[in-house]
């Protein structure tokens, strides 16, 4: 009953063949390979586009480097204020973009809103001195409270950034989670709805370690080759990069992977609402359940072996916050999730709630 977060799973089994075969022989270093070519095709089929894919190891990576190509050092890279960006990235943005300033422009459930980015976008008037430029807007895709962007509201924000020169970025660490969950197709929620660059996420639902960073727009990605060395994330043995993505992206096998998550996010939550005591003030979109749980219930689930976090109550309003001994918690599914184990963890909530 591990909920602690969908990177505590391993790779998919398929992604493991596919690593252990692209091991075998001799192959071009540093990306020249035939998986790493694969890979990029495939991305680009995917988004039915040509675009230029930078794979890396990492999700922070992915979103440093992204955002470095939008934004110059005495740029303004706006994002909400629970972003992964913001809070759990230990300045990497603001260290491989040379300086910008991270903005935060709040909303509710983890989303940006509209006014509150019309403000902030409005704070930093172009052309002045002492003000940081804007340049960079950062949506997270699915949140970091699980809620979405539908392709309208991608549209809405970036249209706003675009009318002042700022380019978009969409955090898709759990971009397939939001795609399967939304039904509309990679473009749709990308560059159709006017998303600049994408870190497309791979780890947290089923590669090894690989990410790409996908820029729709083949002027913005003219410095990322020299960014990803210079950032050490040009790997020598690429193609083991490329065997991950190719094979993730191969028979929609990165879908099928995030659709089971979601499902069995879905059990969770259902289970949860009619255990008595539990409170889900957030409806639960992707593969996250946020619950508020009974004292008790909380002890009889870590009693049984459950693993899941505490998640900060600051980031609900106040008549859905915590009371006396209750715990707010963050849950999160994976391709790896077993039905079983969301079944047990729920009957031991149900179960601890009567009591
Ligand atoms: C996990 C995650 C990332 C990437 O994190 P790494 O640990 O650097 O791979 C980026 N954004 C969000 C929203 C995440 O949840």
């Known amino acids: 009953m591990d909920f602690a977060s969908d990177n505590a799973s391993g790779a998919s089994p398929e992604v493991m063949a596919a690593i252990v075969a692209a091991n075998a022989g001799f192959a071009p270093a540093y990306g020249a390979d035939p998986w790493t070519q694969a890979a990029e095709r495939r991305i680009a089929d995917v988004f039915e586009r040509e675009c230029a894919v930078f794979l890396v190891a990492t999700g922070t990576a992915s979103n440093a480097l992204a955002l470095a190509s939008l934004t110059p050092p005495w740029g303004a890279a ?76 991608v549209a809405g924000l970036a249209g706003l950034a675009h009318e002042r020169g700022v380019g978009v970025h ?3 660490a759990r971009f397939a989670n939001a795609l399967v969950a939304l039904g509309c197709t990679p473009a749709q929620l990308t560059w159709r709805a006017g998303v600049d ?29 020299f960014r990803r060395k210079r950032s050490g994330h040009t790997l020598s043995k690429g193609r083991l990069l490329g065997a991950q993505m190719e094979a993730w992206l191969r028979d929609g096998h990165w879908l099928a992977l995030a659709r089971h998550a979601n499902d069995c996010a879905a059990q969770l939550a259902a289970g949860l609402r009619d255990a008595p005591g539990v409170r889900t003030p957030w409806p639960t979109a992707v593969n996250e359940v946020f619950a508020v749980l009974p004292g008790a219930v909380d002890a009889a689930l870590r009693a049984a072996g459950a693993r899941y976090y505490d998640w900060p109550a600051r980031r609900l ?12 918690v963050r849950l999160v599914t994976s ?5 079983q184990d969301v079944a047990r963890f729920v009957e031991i909530a149900a179960g601890a709630g009567k009591d």
């Open 335 to 339: 391709f790896a999730t077993s039905p």
């Open 197 to 225: 660059v994408l870190s497309l996420g791979a780890s947290k639902n089923g590669t090894l370690a690989c990410e790409a960073v996908v820029i729709f727009d083949p002027a913005r990605a003219q410095d990322l080759v």
């Open 78 to 153: 706006f994002c909400h204020p629970d972003s992964h960006v913001m809070g759990d990235e230990c300045g990497a943005p603001e260290f491989f973009s040379a300086g910008a300033k991270l903005v935060p422009v709040g909303g509710e459930g983890g989303k940006i809103d509209a006014g509150a980015l019309r403000e902030a976008l409005d704070a930093f008037p172009r052309g002045v001195a002492k003000l940081v430029q804007p340049s960079a807007l950062s949506l997270s895709q699915a949140t970091e409270s699980g809620s979405l962007y539908t392709p309208d509201e």
């Open 317 to 328: 309003p106040a008549a859905l916050a915590p009371r006396g001994a209750e715990r707010f």
């Open 170 to 172: 969409m955090d898709g």
